[in-house]
């Protein structure tokens, strides 16, 4: 291992191992003391005089040492809270002045401005089960109305930062009431439940109650039950009231009715999404006019293998492609591959590229490569050669790789041109239309757009900001990027039939497979297509049987002018890696110097039936009261 392996192995494993310390500490912490509210049970009772009499009993499993609770309530249009007390089971705490309280079983409470006031109590806790009574009276809890009387008030408000396993709360009136007079709803998390049981008691539950979520009762009834009442509003408000709580009831019905069925509405979601996708693609793809067969023994076209790789790879141009336009170019005779010390060592062979002479006229795209080779890199190491004949020029492998780690911007350069033209050359062939899949396209957004809301309305902000997130993930990623003409759509079916027969041609009866001559056409563009080891290994199964053939001795790659054996056509597979080897480091090289130069130079609630029970509503929050607490 290598001093800078070992250096960066042990700043990795230091930095995981700091990281690891990182996650672990707080959950050690966590596990060593903390708290459940195992339960709270509320009885509330209202007053001829319109206040609020509250017991709450709050049972806490603590795990640890625990020295004290504090506990807030919110006034929020409560005149006054008194006859405060904190209790467990018989035994009272001694109220003090000081707050917070410091000696076990006392408590203190300070209130601050018109905002809230807060009960502090001290006590010892280690790894035990508490329960603690809070009592209060909330004067004027109950407004009086011209019509009727409303209770409406947060039981449990949210800014507790703990679940709560189990709550119930149990109110009662100061009289009974008569049929269609007491009317009774809850607010808070979907699953909780409000029940009228008898004339004069309603009782709410839910379970469990998540933390940061508010828990709130509202009951309507008659109004000779205060006839103390303080509180006037001077309107009106059963009409109102009833409205309000009819609209929330709905909402909240709806939401359940989402969460019962969502299931088979995500599963609606997906079927849809596919079918949307898939409706993109057929239309980008134009496949029904397409090539169906499945073998095409013949090239499909014309042009030059990486222009055939610019159409297989969606406009996306590879290595592979700079590999296979000079292999091109040895099967058009504009140049000769020749293996260099065929017998020696793995690590001492090397190919070089010979200049030949011919009356041919390249493509432009073609002589660009010509002239980066027999040019630019020819004239780098001019120096080493002898003769400067056009016939006599060569360049290996091995000087290309090396010219283009020395002179980064040089072969970068060339590259993009080679690139650019490619690109050009293959937007001239009418293989991809302008405007793919635009309605579709617009469909899918609007499906976005749909769900988006759904999302916002159901489950809030967040699952609306996953809805975003994953609808816009798929329209950029899964959503065709291009579509293809008709004559584009059948190019690429039959190239992908081409490339089966390919991967299969030595398995086919002999009548069906060329003669090796063509096979080196073919090979250029298995390149491109990737097969081009496979198809050297079927070959060298294939025509050993075959060598009879007249045409071998007429091709133009020097490892193909001998008879077909197992060592030329490792002799071919070996030049194929070598050159793909050579354009990938070149590349590669020339891409990180260039990149480098670059950047150093710019450096809740519940529903409910009136009269009945139900379950909460999905508005609600202002009550009064509230509040939360927590331990010390």
């Excluded at 929020?76 to 006859?83: E, K, M, N, T, V």
């Excluded at 939401?255 to 088979?264: E, F, G």
């Excluded at 293809?484 to 759509?489: D, K, Q, S, V």
């Excluded at 003669?515 to 290994?537: F, N, T």
């Amino acid at each position: 291992m290598s001093k800078n392996l070992r250096i960066w192995t042990t700043l990795l494993s230091a930095a995981l191992s700091i990281l690891l310390l990182a996650l672990l500490i707080p959950a050690i912490t966590v596990e060593a003391r903390s708290m459940d509210i195992v339960a709270v049970e509320i009885y509330a009772e209202v007053l001829p005089t319109g206040d609020l009499k509250v017991t709450e009993h709050r049972t806490i499993d603590f795990k640890g040492q625990f020295r004290g609770f504090e506990q807030t309530i919110d006034f929020a249009g409560i005149a006054l809270y008194s006859q405060i007390s904190i209790s467990e089971g018989d035994y009272y705490y001694t109220h003090v002045e000081d707050f917070p309280t410091t000696l076990p079983g006392t408590y203190s409470v300070k209130v601050f401005g018109a905002d809230y006031f807060a009960v502090d109590w001290s006590f010892t806790a280690y790894n035990e089960k508490r329960t603690f009574t809070l009592e209060y009276i909330a004067r004027d809890a109950v407004i009086a109305h011209t019509d009727v009387a409303e209770l409406y008030y947060k039981f449990i408000g949210d800014d507790w930062d703990t679940p709560t396993g189990m709550v119930k709360i149990t109110l009662t009136l100061p009289g009974k009431t008569n049929a269609g007079e007491l009317h009774a709803w809850g607010h808070g998390p979907y699953h909780g439940n409000t029940e009228i049981i008898d004339s004069q008691t309603i009782s709410w539950t839910v379970s469990p109650l998540p933390a940061y979520t508010f828990f709130e009762g509202r009951v309507v009834f008659p109004l000779h039950l205060v006839p103390e009442a303080a509180d006037f509003s001077g309107k009106e408000a059963l009409p109102e009231i009833l409205a309000e709580e009819k609209r929330w009831a709905t909402q909240a019905n709806i939401y359940r009715l989402a969460a019962r069925y969502q299931p088979y509405y995500s599963l609606g979601i997906i079927v849809f999404m596919v079918f949307v996708l898939y409706q993109m693609w057929t239309k980008a793809l134009n496949r029904k006019s397409a090539f169906k067969g499945k073998y095409y023994r013949q090239l499909p076209g014309t042009y030059p293998p990486e222009v055939a790789g610019y159409l297989w790879n969606k406009k996306k141009v590879r290595n592979e492609f700079l590999t296979a336009a000079i292999l091109n170019l040895a099967r058009q005779s504009y140049l000769r591959i020749e293996e260099i010390n065929p017998g020696g060592k793995k690590n001492t062979s090397d190919f070089r590229l010979v200049r030949t002479l011919t009356n041919k006229t390249p493509l432009p795209i073609e002589k660009q490569v010509l002239d980066f080779i027999f040019t630019t890199v020819y004239q780098h190491y001019a120096s080493n050669h002898e003769d400067s004949k056009e016939a006599a020029k060569s360049v290996a492998f091995t000087q290309v790789d090396a010219f283009a780690r020395k002179n980064p911007t040089l072969f970068h350069s060339f590259y993009q041109t080679w690139r650019s033209t490619l690109s050009s050359l293959g937007g001239k062939q009418d293989f991809f239309a302008r405007k793919p899949s635009l309605k579709w396209g617009c469909l899918l957004m609007l499906f976005m757009f749909i769900l988006s809301f759904v999302a916002l309305f159901l489950w809030g902000l967040y699952m609306l900001a996953i809805a975003l997130f994953v609808t816009s993930v798929i329209l950029i990623f899964a959503s065709p990027k291009y579509g293809f003409t008709e004559y584009g759509a059948d190019q690429l079916a039959k190239w992908k039939a081409f490339r089966r027969y390919l991967l299969h041609f030595s398995r086919l009866e002999k009548s069906t497979v060329p003669s090796l001559i063509v096979w080196e056409h073919y090979l250029v563009y298995a390149v491109v297509l990737g097969v081009a080891k496979q198809v050297i290994d079927q070959l060298s199964i294939v025509f050993p049987r075959f060598y009879q053939e007249s045409t071998i001795n007429q091709t133009s790659w020097s490892a193909l002018r001998s008879t077909p054996n197992i060592s030329m056509f490792k002799s071919i597979d070996n030049m194929t890696s070598s050159l793909n080897t050579t354009v990938s480091r070149a590349s590669q090289s020339a891409f990180r110097a260039v990149a480098a130069a670059s950047s150093a130079s710019s450096s809740s609630s519940f529903s409910s039936r009136s009269g009945s029970s139900g379950g909460f509503s999905s508005g609600g929050g202002g009550g009064r009261g509230g509040g939360g607490g927590r331990a010390r």
